[in-house]
């Protein structure tokens, strides 16, 4: 039934479990599906994200770079993504900027097209020039980048480039921010654990 969505769930994972973190060497493996509980909404679901306008160029970097074969299966599952953001961020405690500037592509989740308890995983966008602050939240997260230029700010320290292919890991709470370039950002992102997005701490 999705048949495209089942793919690039599967080419994510994979493609994430052959890489390790580079700052801690950890390597992780897909974790196994947690069937869904009860059903809940922690998404705003739309198909007009702002950001969404740089989804091409995105994708076509994306293709440039070493995850292309993740490029083309997230092209080739377009029709079926359903494109989010946190329900629980809004214009008391996020700016108009990220608002305007993110969405994510929710897979596996609760609320998702491939609905389970965990693992969550997901496709991310981040407009150019546009700063994801400082947030964290229980599950341990990983990211696998797709595009150049986005650089990465980990417990509040140094700021630093993160290169298409990069593996990523975040430790529970540990306290991660973005920051985009003069590109978009396109990053496949999961949750290890079953985690609530609406308690992110931003
Ligand atoms: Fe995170």
Redesign the pocket.
């Known amino acids: 039934m999705h048949g495209a969505l089942d793919e690039l769930v599967d080419r994510s994972w994979a493609a994430a479990a052959a890489r390790r973190d580079a700052r801690s060497g950890a390597v992780i493996a897909r974790p196994p599906t947690m069937p869904l509980r009860e059903p809940r909404q922690e998404s705003r679901f739309g198909n007009a994200f702002p950001v969404l306008e740089h989804f091409e160029r995105a994708l076509a970097l994306a293709r440039r770079h070493e995850l292309a074969d993740l490029a083309a299966a997230l092209e080739a599952a377009r029709g079926e993504l359903r494109w989010s953001q946190n329900a629980a961020y809004d214009e008391t405690n996020v700016d108009r900027a990220l608002l305007d500037g993110y969405a994510y592509a929710v897979l596996t989740a609760p609320d998702g097209p491939l609905p389970c308890e965990a693992p969550l995983c997901g496709y991310l966008m981040m407009a150019p020039d546009l700063l994801y602050r400082d947030?964290r939240?229980a599950p341990r997260?990983i990211y696998l980048v797709l595009t150049p230029g986005t650089r990465w700010c980990l417990d509040s320290g140094d700021w630093f480039e993160v290169t298409p292919g990069e593996l990523i890991v975040?430790e529970p709470w540990q306290m991660?921010a973005m920051r985009t370039g003069d590109q978009p950002l396109l990053a496949f992102a999961a949750w290890l654990e079953p985690g609530d997005r609406t308690a992110?701490r931003i």
């Open positions: 947030h939240h997260e975040h991660h992110i």
